[in-house]
């Protein structure tokens, strides 16, 4: 994949199916694997990371289906940076309309010494073979130096420029252990965009971790300066705290489009819809305040913000719960809640009260919402029952 014509259309990588499943008990059998890849495709992803060949038979099958199966995105397969690895991407990516093999290796001093146990130089020249050898399988090659964020400036701009010399075509730069704090990402963007020869030709790539809750707004920093290319997982699976939520960052630019000018592929409005879909397959509820795909994303339950959402819903809502696939936004009721949201619900279950039955209804459900955590459609319509029949 080349650098989009458009300088301000993002390219969307989903890793759903390859870090995300490396997210405790989301792992995810082949035809899990396809589920997934075909809504993933439908949602409008421009790349598909299918899984890691090399990991285990299952995992090969599964990229090898989804290259063979789903048409349209970009299909890629990680692997280290060893002749091994490689050959069993570009073998199971083989029968991909468009496939890509990303390419990654540690740089950080940290790996360097006590994982790798390599010196620079030898990082680079590994590097550099390693791109060598996917190229023969696609012109794609996605070179990834993992841990970027704790890697020295100047080594770091040294290997990803000898990466864009042998064949790289994307450039991503991982905060593999969510280290980063934006201004600080945003920081080694400016510096690659401006040390690294030959970066003009490459798509910059981000890829953040959230072990301090910042992947989104990391890669929102990034994409400030300069960085097309964002990697997500659906509802932020993935390693420890997970990956950049991609409903996150995609209904934070198309929100504040007046403010990074950016846009995507993405029809949000299957958003939801695949949110769900990821929760069935994997077991992984999200949680109820999880943001744009949470239940209590779009519920309100404050009297005075469902008064001004029955006058103006954007009074208390920045985004429609239809744009990201909800159908509507629920006014919950609850101990919070006022007169106004209690009326609109008696109106929706379809009863008729005067003012002062109203009341009477209102003061009963005050006392029970002081009992009860939840107040079901059930529970109003008991008490506008009992209310009709005292009177
Ligand atoms: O977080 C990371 O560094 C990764 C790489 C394999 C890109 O997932
Ligand atoms: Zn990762």
Redesign the pocket.
Known sequence: MSVPSDPNRLIIFD?TLR?GEQSPGCSMNLQEKLEMAHALKALGVDVIEAGFPIASPGDFISVQAIAREVHGPVIAG?ARCNPADIDRAGEALRDAERSRI?V?LATSAIHREFKLKMTPAEIVTRAVEGIKRAKQYTDDIEF?P??AARTELDFLAEVCERAVEAGATTL?I???VGYAVPEHYARIIRHLKTHVRGVEKVVLSV?C?NDLGLAVANSLAALQEGARQV?CTINGIG?RAGNCALEEIVMALRTRQDYFGLTTGINTRLLFPTSRKLTHVTGMQVQRNKAIVGQNAFAHEAGIHQDGMLKERSTYEIMKPEDVGITKTELVLGKHSGRHALRSKVIELGYHLDDSQLQQVFDAFKGLADRKKHIYDADIEALVESQLHAG
């Open positions: 890793t870090d990680l990303h990654f990834s993992e841990d991503n991982p905060d593999t890829h971790h990697e390693e």
